[in-house]
């Protein structure tokens, strides 16, 4: 009996080391990574295979570097850009973030309701109309908040994800492209541009960019970090911690761009939304692996929604130093209001890309700020001592932040182009 229980014992707390990754890779894997993703996979291949790996390396660094400066100063990223830049700068953050989240949580879900509805079509004729999905997965996130609790949302989650890796893995091994086609996917190179195609590879890499390289994730990476209570004497935890997230950010990103590379494209079938690939992938993998990609997708939804409606409530705790007890009213109405934003898409049968525009804006011009601030807060000596950033250390921020804004500025005129 005593054996079980230390067992069962060391298996939690073996697992309470990855929750914070998991937590990141749930927030990071959404049905916009889906979409982008299987977008890339389907129109070049896996030609752009080398983008993924070059912004989970870039995720991997500033994880760490957020991380580090928290467990040496032991002040979160919002606090400190409130304390030592100006409180302007924490107050930009939490608009544009929250601007986001408000966008991706009503994109998000309409995303999740479309491709629900759509797969139903399999069982029931004229399928379940997707409002009635949309309020079931609404309820379903709303519920586990209202526990309040960061660990049971960690669990809660790790189940999700854990169910989301597995659907994308195995379908990695049902639609596999060539092995010669994945090893020249990682050599850089930018593709032709398809003859049926009017916009080139570029805006692709930055939406692959912008939704790997993420600004909020680093944010709250920050506040999971002292929540964790990490030190510096924890570093070697948190950077297996952060390899963790990141090796499975990228094995699942490169399944779901797979999926689409194995079917989609050698077909020249194109893919323009999400629930395309369940309506294209039948007569070309079979419904067993629609079946599987469908759960990847509705998982990769759902677990995104946990920390999209829990934003706000975590920046205002960041921001003022406050306990993040999340069973207070005012927080219980703010993730309300904001959970409800996913049924605004099926109701009014809007357009998910559409609504989603305004979040990709805001998201295009944080991360060379997300950039900067750290370059800035990681050289001040009177906050670092003997572990700000060294030469190498800056280099390489120099030029993930010359990235950024590349990436930022094709963003931006993609979003411009979608609007006019």
């Known amino acids: 009996m005593n054996k079980t229980k230390n067992l069962k014992a060391k298996i939690s707390r073996g697992l309470a080391l990855f929750l914070p990754g998991i937590f990141l890779l749930g927030f990071n894997i959404g049905t916009g990574s889906v979409t982008s993703m299987a977008k890339a996979g389907a129109t070049y291949g896996m030609s752009l295979l080398w983008t993924i790996i070059a912004s989970c390396l870039a995720t991997y660094f500033m994880i760490n570097l957020y991380s580090r400066y928290t467990m040496v100063t032991g002040e979160t990223a919002?606090?400190?850009?409130?304390?030592?830049?100006?409180?302007?700068?924490?107050i930009f953050f939490i608009v544009a973030l929250t601007a986001g989240v408000m966008g991706s949580v009503m994109g998000v879900m309409g995303i999740v309701a479309d491709i629900s509805h759509v797969w139903s079509k399999s069982f029931i004729a004229d399928g379940i109309p997707a409002t009635y999905f949309a309020a079931f997965f609404v309820s379903l996130v709303y519920i586990i908040f209202w526990n309040g609790e960061t660990q049971f949302f960690e669990r809660a989650l790790a189940v999700i994800v854990a169910v989301m890796s597995v659907s994308f893995l195995v379908n990695f091994f049902i639609l596999t492209p060539p092995l010669s086609e994945i090893l020249n996917g990682l050599i850089p190179n930018v593709p032709a541009i398809p003859d049926d195609l009017d916009?080139?590879?570029?805006?692709?890499?930055?939406?692959?960019?912008?939704?790997?390289?993420?600004?909020?994730l680093f944010i709250i990476r920050t506040t999971l970090v002292k929540e964790a209570g990490w030190s510096i004497a924890d570093a070697k935890t948190q950077r297996r911690d952060a390899i963790v997230s990141v090796s499975l950010m990228f094995i699942i990103s490169m399944s779901i761009m797979a999926a689409a590379a194995g079917t989609l494209f050698p077909a020249n079938l194109g893919l323009t939304k999400a629930s395309q690939m369940i309506e294209l992938l039948e007569p070309l993998a079979g419904s067993m692996a629609v079946a599987i990609f469908a759960i990847g997708i509705i998982s990769a939804g759902v677990s995104s929604q946990f920390p999209n409606v829990l934003m706000l409530p975590w920046l205002l705790?960041?921001?003022?130093?406050?306990?993040?007890?999340?069973?207070?009213?005012?927080?219980?109405?703010?993730?309300?209001?904001?959970?409800?934003?996913?049924?605004?898409?099926?109701?009014?049968?809007?357009?998910?890309?559409?609504?989603?525009?305004?979040?990709?804006?805001?998201?295009?011009?944080?991360?060379?700020?997300?950039?900067?601030?750290?370059?800035?807060?990681?050289?001040?000596?009177?906050l670092m001592d003997k572990y700000r950033f060294n030469t190498s250390t800056n280099s390489i921020l120099v030029l993930i932040l010359a990235f950024s804004i590349f990436t930022s500025t094709i963003g931006i005129k993609g979003v411009l182009q979608l609007i006019a």
Do not use: W
């Open 78 to 90: 919002l606090h400190a850009f409130r304390k030592h830049i100006h409180p302007a700068v924490g």
């Open 199 to 216: 916009k080139g590879p570029y805006l692709v890499i930055a939406s692959l960019v912008g939704t790997t390289v993420f600004s909020g």
């Open 317 to 382: 705790c960041d921001y003022n130093q406050s306990p993040r007890e999340m069973k207070l009213p005012k927080y219980r109405i703010i993730v309300l209001l904001i959970s409800l934003l996913g049924l605004v898409v099926p109701i009014f049968d809007a357009p998910p890309v559409f609504v989603m525009i305004i979040s990709q804006a805001f998201n295009a011009v944080i991360l060379p700020v997300t950039v900067a601030c750290i370059l800035y807060l990681g050289n001040r000596k009177d």
